[in-house]
């Protein structure tokens, strides 16, 4: 089958390196010449608002996925008078905005932080009184690992902010002291089946996924599946999926959502029977799920901005995914697995990534 992906980056090329997605053909359409994805496929690079170019790459392919919800929804939208395009442009609307995603999460009964739109720095003001301090200040699009949040401390703070900052399309949320956060991975097929992998726990640094463990049996795990399912459902979601939580006194509170493969599934390459990724393809061109049972305990820990530790941690025996990028601070250049019978592998890996 050939299949077109809106977007080149690693997510695409671990989409084209799984071991259903290596059977078929790709096209790659991109806003800016991909490195990850070089040399795997070709490229067409125009922008999104390019209908001629757009029905050109959708007549060259007989389905559609993508690899961002940064992807305009007018784009998928307007591919799909000429193909088939999964997941729908709905579940790009949702995703890609983050008001939209909390009232989502609202009418669906999956609970979530307090929340109120700001477009001014009344809004603020109102947002300060509603949620107490600390609060967070978030762009509705476009943020991501960090990019666009500011926590609030205080009174002052937020004065001065105003004076840095107009504030307009963005959201404040109510600080969480979590106990930890998760997250949940699923995928949906065309008829409606669903298979999840193990819930997993992630940690943050500066608002960028560090490392992520997988967490067979779970308590939560469950609780986590059903909302999951209840977005699925009703986006009619085809493909993977991912929410991520604050988990406090032991109860989910959903923080984001992603219509997408997610960094924090990246550990079920090696760590499952079958990847996020090879379930990913499988479910948009309407080939059965695979396993997605875990094959031990797994770690997958996120090299960001240099390779510095990358030596030391492949002599633990972890698998090295290289994402074709140049270093550059806070950038996501590649990831490390590890997959392990003994905790105690994975509680040792962990102390190295620490230090």
Known sequence: M??????????AQMMMQSPF?????????????????????????????????????????EVVTFETETIPAAAVKYIKQFTKVYPSEQSLYYFQDRLFEKNLFKTLDIATNKFTPIDSHEDLDRAAKELGFPFIIKSRRDGYDGKNQWRVKSG?????????????????????????????????THNGDMKFYDLCENVHVEGILSYTVSKSNDPLQHAAEAC???????????????????????????????????????WTIEGAETSQFDNHIRAICGVALGDTRSRGHALMYNLIGDFSKKDELLALGMQFHGYNKSERSKRKLAHCTLVSDELTDIQHAIKIINR
């Open 2 to 11: 050939k299949i077109g992906i809106l977007g080149g980056g690693q997510l």
């Open 21 to 61: 997605g290596s059977q078929h053909d790709y096209l790659i359409y991109t806003s800016a010449p991909a490195t990850p994805t070089a040399g795997m496929a070709p490229q067409m690079v125009h922008g999104y608002e390019d209908e001629a170019a757009l029905k050109k790459f959708a007549e060259a392919v």
């Open 156 to 188: 002052a703070a937020l004065e001065l902010l105003k004076t840095e900052k107009n504030f307009s399309n963005c959201i404040a949320e109510e600080f969480v002291a979590y106990d930890r956060e998760v997250s949940i991975v699923g995928v949906r």
């Open 228 to 266: 999951l399912t209840k977005a699925a459902e009703k986006l009619d979601h085809v493909g993977v999926m991912a929410i991520e939580f604050f988990v406090k006194d032991n109860r989910l509170l959903a923080n984001e959502a992603a219509p997408r493969v997610h960094n924090s599934g990246h």
